[in-house]
């Protein structure tokens, strides 16, 4: 006997409703991973570019590392050579100084001995003195002796011999005691000056001296300030490459965490491709299960936004048969930005006749139920150029109340929004979260119906509501 394979038809119904609840389920869940996925990526990105930065930075810093390593290796070498200089100069300077004293202890001799140069030569002034009175009495003498000789006729003719002989000496006596006194007034004069010389040569030696024990005491204060800079800069030069060595290490940690985080992101944004073709296959089932009577909760919706399309599209026929706009203008797709939009608006070559005709056909349908949350129209690049009147307030300067405010004459280019306008089947029922600006999401589904006008297809009207 044959098994029954056959379903009653409140059975199959049944089974096609739980089959589409099931399927709005799976794709609330997989919309709702995929969301986290796309925060991880950006966070993932985000970080990326930070760590660049971080990289960046601490390659320079370790360029500046190696730099300061070698200036501070230089730095060493000439604290050792000005150590070993100051050394030097010191060394010389004592020298020096052991010469001046020396000299010092000279002149201070020398100034001495002058006065018992000068007390000799005065000894020698007044010897000389009593010569030359000596000499003079001689001649006097023997000028007397002369006379005496003459009166003494023949006999006294040796005598007065004697006599001129002592006479020449006394002369020459005389003659010698001047030159002697002479150069004796010569040396005194000579000695004085040596004298007073050594005075203040010795005054300066004194001070030479005094000066001398200053310069020792600041040489050996430079020494020491010397020797101080010197062992700190050997200790800096410790502490620079302890530094460059952390900072090499700190390097190629920051790019072992790039490298995990790129792989991580690479990771991440692999599973949510995947995570995307499983909305897709999601979206698939839960279309096939709605066409095959599963409609469920979702029925009403899609009678609603095929009716919405179909009223569109008249009015956009009935619009270039009676000339308001021409069927070129109407599919030109060429957007002109709004200057100072944030975020950026645009203008196209139908959007005055889309503010015209949507609102009467959007409007009223959010009063419909109460999960509908906007219906708009966009074409198949996602631009949506009238937006519900509570969306569509005028822009102010905060870009993120822009974002959830001022939503109209925008591109939303997204997988959502670009499926609903590209999607030429009866209907396409979708499950994502939308962005309601300030990093606010909210879970939706999107209900979108083909917009087409004499042949061609123009975009969707996409119908949204609460989950």
């Known amino acids: 006997m044959q098994e029954n394979t056959n379903f009653d038809a409140p059975d199959a119904s049944k089974e096609l409703a739980e089959l589409t609840e099931s399927a709005t389920g799976l ?40 730099s300061t390593v070698a200036a501070v290796d230089r730095m060493v070498l ?6 070993e200089q100051v050394r030097t100069s010191t060394s010389l300077i004592a020298e020096s100084g052991q010469s001046s004293q020396s000299l010092a202890e000279w002149v201070r001799s020398v100034h ?25 009495q001689v001649h006097i003498l023997a000028i007397n002796a002369k006379i005496e000789a003459a009166r ?14 002592v006479k020449d000496l006394s002369g020459k006596t005389t003659d010698a005691a001047e030159t002697i006194t002479e150069t004796v007034a010569e040396l005194s004069e000579w000695m004085s000056r040596l004298h007073r010389g050594a005075q203040e040569t010795v005054t300066q030696a004194e001070t030479v001296l005094t000066r001398s024990g200053q310069t020792d005491r600041a040489l ?4 020491a300030g010397m020797s101080r800079l010197r062992d700190d800069a ?7 490459a302890r530094s460059k060595e952390a900072m090499d290490h700190t390097g190629n940690a920051v790019d072992d965490i790039a490298e995990s985080i790129a792989a991580v992101a690479k990771g991440v944004d692999e599973a949510n491709k995947r995570c995307e073709n499983l909305i897709d296959t999601s979206e698939g089932i839960l279309q096939h299960a709605v066409a095959l009577g599963g409609s469920g909760e979702d029925g ?20 270039v048969r009676s000339g308001h706009i021409t069927i070129e203008q109407l599919f030109n797709q060429s957007y002109q930005p709004i200057a100072g939009s944030n975020p950026e608006q645009v203008l196209a070559p139908f959007t005055r006749l889309t503010d015209r005709l949507l609102p009467p056909i959007q ?8 999960r509908i949350v906007f219906c708009a129209a966009v074409d198949t690049n996602g631009y949506l150029p009238t937006h519900n009147k509570k969306f569509s307030h005028p822009q102010g300067p905060d870009p993120v109340w822009n974002a959830a405010n001022c939503r109209n004459r925008r591109i939303f280019d997204d997988r959502v929004g670009l499926k609903a306008g590209q999607n030429e089947k009866p209907f396409l029922l979708q499950v994502y979260r939308r962005d309601m600006g300030g990093g606010v999401f909210a879970m939706m589904k999107d209900l979108s119906a083909p917009i087409h006008v004499q042949g061609r297809h123009w975009g969707g009207l996409r119908l949204a509501y609460k989950i």
């Not at 006065?115 to 009175?133: F, G, M, P, Q, Y």
């Not at 409007?363 to 109460?370: A, F, I, R």
């Open 27 to 66: 794709g609330h869940e997989i919309v709702d991973i995929v969301g986290f996925l796309q925060d991880l990526d950006n966070r993932c990105k985000s970080q990326l570019t930070l760590l660049q930065g971080v990289q960046n930075n601490t390659a320079g810093l370790a360029r500046a590392s190696e």
């Open 78 to 83: 000439a604290a050792d050579d000005a150590i």
């Open 112 to 136: 001495s001995e002058t006065e018992i140069v000068e007390k000799l030569l005065h000894a020698v002034r007044n010897s000389n003195a009593l010569i030359t009175d000596i000499a003079s």
């Open 152 to 165: 003494a006729g023949q006999a006294g003719k040796g005598f007065s011999i004697v006599a001129d002989s």
């Open 220 to 223: 050996a204060e430079i020494e």
């Open 234 to 240: 050997h200790a800096l030069s410790q502490d620079a």
């Open 300 to 319: 009403a919706m899609i009678t609603l936004v095929q009716d919405l399309a179909g009223q569109i599209s008249m009015a956009f026929d009935a619009a």
């Open 363 to 370: 409007e009223p349908v959010l009063d419909h139920d109460s």
